[in-house]
């Protein structure tokens, strides 16, 4: 009989668990299936371990969250699939590039933070892991935030920030935008301080997207971004995920951000295959 029951491991903070006891390649019953949309809600970051997905069973599993969202730069789609993406350091023959495929994933950042309607969860698995770095790191932007003192929490609540794909890649030191992408993603505006459509809670809601501030000094907003993201990828805002072979790792990227740490590009191979739910405007 399918199993009805996860389990549900996380440490300390609760920022992050594991979950055992399913099987993400088989239909998950749909109490199972809630148990985890649940965990997500709660630990904002999930791992689950020895699983067998190929990109149908992967896409088959993240869209029982919501619809799926394409990706702006063409490059990273599937050819066949375009709801997956595929960053990899990998030539045709199999061979190590030596160039991280988006160096966007190297700095802090929440999924596509740059349109009007952001990523909600993205779930990936990586078919081939770095022995050596190349870890997801997360900072748990609700603690960061609910660690500000109140007067300055209040004062944060009334600015709107810049998200701007063309300017990310710039930060980035990426391939300059595309004139197409940049026509399909023109600079937007949210709130600095976000609330979980879920649980009502408040996160800070920034990342390398995040440009400047709206109405407020070029400089000067550049350098409050700069400051509030030190605060919240303080070490113990953090959680790292090590890949093992057959991991799939998924998030919640209204209330985290994450990143990509450093693998050697020329030697290692490292490819993840990722597919996006859908999320709503952010208020
Ligand atoms: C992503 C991303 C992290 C990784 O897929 O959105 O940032 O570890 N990837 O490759
Ligand atoms: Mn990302």
């Given amino acids: 009989m399918a199993n009805l029951e996860i389990e549900v491991r996380a440490e300390g903070s609760g920022f992050g668990?594991?979950?055992?006891?399913?099987?993400?390649?088989?239909?998950?019953?749909?109490?199972?299936?809630?148990?985890?949309?649940?965990?997500?809600?709660r630990h904002k970051v999930l791992v689950f371990r020895d699983q067998h997905l190929d990109d149908d069973s992967h896409l088959a599993f993240a869209q029982r969250f919501g619809p799926l969202e394409g990706h702006i730069n063409r490059a990273t789609r599937h050819d066949a699939l375009p709801k997956i993406q595929i960053f990899g350091n990998v030539d045709q023959s199999g061979?190590?590039?030596?160039?991280?495929?988006?160096?966007?994933?190297?700095?802090?950042?929440?999924?596509?933070?740059?349109?009007?309607?952001?990523?909600?969860?993205?779930?990936?698995?990586?078919?081939?892991?770095?022995?050596?770095?190349?870890?997801?790191?997360?900072?748990?932007?609700?603690?960061?935030?609910?660690?500000?003192?109140?007067?300055?929490?209040?004062?944060?609540?009334?600015?709107?920030?810049?998200?701007?794909w063309k300017r990310s890649r710039e930060k980035s030191n990426e391939r300059p935008a595309t004139a197409e992408e940049i026509a399909a993603a023109p600079p937007v505006e949210h709130p600095l301080v976000r609330t979980h459509p879920e649980t009502g809670a408040k996160a800070l809601y920034l990342g390398n997207h995040a440009s400047h501030i709206a109405g407020m000094d070029r400089a000067e907003g550049e350098a409050l971004i700069a400051e509030l993201e030190r605060h919240g990828t303080q070490a113990k805002y953090i959680y790292c995920h090590r890949w093992r072979d057959n991991d799939v790792l998924m998030w919640d990227?209204?209330?985290?951000?994450?990143?990509?740490?450093?693998?050697?590009?020329?030697?290692?191979?490292?490819i993840v295959h990722r597919a996006v739910v859908q999320g709503d405007r952010p208020f």
């Fill in 253 to 270: 990227n209204r209330c985290t951000v994450h990143c990509v740490t450093t693998y050697d590009a020329a030697k290692e191979r490292r």
């Fill in 17 to 41: 668990a594991e979950i055992g006891a399913v099987d993400l390649a088989a239909e998950v019953p749909e109490e199972a299936f809630q148990a985890i949309r649940a965990a997500m809600i």
């Fill in 95 to 164: 061979n190590p590039t030596g160039v991280h495929p988006e160096r966007g994933t190297l700095v802090w950042h929440s999924d596509k933070s740059y349109v009007a309607t952001p990523s909600m969860f993205t779930v990936l698995r990586s078919p081939s892991v770095a022995r050596q770095g190349g870890n997801t790191l997360f900072a748990d932007m609700e603690r960061a935030y609910a660690d500000l003192d109140e007067d300055r929490a209040q004062a944060l609540g009334n600015l709107r920030v810049v998200h701007d």
